[in-house]
């Protein structure tokens, strides 16, 4: 995607050797790239969230690995290098699949041949990240045009999303965001709702930040506002990410997409969820199963803005002796979900859906 007229993705090696990264605790307010130089680097970017979303987590520790390689390619360090990582954030799937893909790949290999060959996988899996999330466009770029046609093919389509699912999230292009820059370019008169996503405010600082430099109009709300909008017919369809989906269709993402999918199933608005098929987990079959991340009680305590001076000040929002409780995700049932949009195509959010998909995954299928 585009940033001041010039295409970024979000990771890449410079030609310095290392990888770069949009460092994205300094957005919206700046914008600014970080170079990673080791392992330990790239888990403390992904551990404290300079890096986040699901396919970019696993993109960030693909490669950790190459960068732990470079440094020492013996079997202990690709052992050392995979634990730090796996590690660094529980819940996202797409972050042990990652890392299995790498030591697949290194393993084989002589250690003398193992640092190329580790930055090599890692940008095999950029580019099919930016692949995939291209196709979950075009699939979801259907699913709108569909949904604008049942209401007329008049107005305007407002869209509905939760946290931030957009090339930030990825490598390139996005996942819940891909349909949307697709139906904008394509000049589909799309609208979006953005929740500002509480604690980390990643719908109101990444998603509203990311629609703004591509042109899409949009609108920032309170997390609590959704459900009053879809009462009073604001809302046309509601499309979020996945950190994890597993094999029979529920769904963990950002805490609070729970509850915007209860009122979307209450006021019969299509509920959908964009993934790559790398953020399913076949081995799972419940979602209350998952590995549920909490954090920081400081994420929720504090906020980071903007003075009317232009300086950046972190500030207190509420008392300091009461206690807090930071829970990162939430699980949504595969019963509240319209359909699953994946690189393949749109599917129920069911274990029959799934496969009918990827039917190579049946065995392992739970």
């Known amino acids: 995607m585009r940033i001041f007229g010039r295409h970024f993705r ?4 410079g030609d310095d050797g290392g990888v770069h990264i949009i460092d994205q605790t300094r957005l919206p307010f700046a914008f600014e790239i970080a170079v990673l130089n080791s392992v330990e680097q790239a888990a403390h970017a992904i551990r404290s969230m300079m890096v986040r979303g699901a396919p970019l987590i ?15 390619a013996t ?18 799937v797409n972050l042990a699949w990652a890392l299995d893909q790498m030591v697949a790949a290194l393993s084989p290999c002589p250690p003398g041949d193992r640092a190329d060959r580790a930055f090599s996988r890692a940008a095999e899996i950029c580019d099919a990240d ?12 259907a699913v709108f045009e569909k949904r604008f046609g049942e209401k007329g093919g008049k107005g305007t389509l407002n869209v ?28 589909l008169p799309v609208h979006v709702w953005v929740d500002e996503t509480r604690p980390r405010n990643q719908g109101a600082s990444l998603t509203a930040y990311e629609l703004g430099a591509h042109g899409v109009p949009h609108t920032i709300i309170a997390d609590n506002t959704g459900g009053h909008l879809m009462q009073r017919g604001q809302v046309d369809i509601a499309i979020v990410g996945s950190d994890r989906t597993t094999s029979r269709g529920d769904v963990c993402n950002k805490v609070g ?6 009122a979307a199933f209450d006021t019969k608005v299509p509920f959908y969820v964009a993934l790559p098929s790398t ?9 209350a199963a998952i ?3 909490e954090r920081d009680a400081r994420e929720l305590s504090h906020i980071i803005g903007r003075t009317e001076t232009g300086a950046l000040e972190t500030v207190a929002i509420y008392p300091p002796e009461s206690a807090a409780l930071n829970i990162g995700f939430d699980v949504t049932p595969a019963r509240l979900v319209t359909g699953l949009i994946t690189e393949r195509g749109t599917c129920p959010a069911s274990r029959d859906g799934l496969l009918a998909l990827f039917p190579e995954h049946a065995r392992a299928a739970a």
């Open 130 to 141: 930016v692949a995939q999330c291209e196709s979950i466009g075009r699939h979801g770029l």
């Open 279 to 287: 953020t399913i987990d076949w081995s799972m079959s419940d979602g």
């Open 58 to 72: 696993g993109a960030t520790a693909a490669y950790g690995i190459a960068l732990a390689m470079r440094a020492d």
């Open 75 to 92: 079997d202990d360090s690709l052992a050392r290098a995979a634990t730090l990582l796996r590690k660094t954030r529980p819940t996202a």
């Open 257 to 262: 997409t729970y509850l915007k999918a209860l």
């Open 291 to 293: 590995p549920i991340e």
């Open 10 to 13: 979000t990771i890449w090696r």
């Open 160 to 187: 509905l999303t939760h946290c931030n699912a957009g090339w930030l999230a990825c490598v390139d292009w996005g996942t819940a965001l891909a349909p949307i820059y697709k139906a904008h370019d394509a000049g």
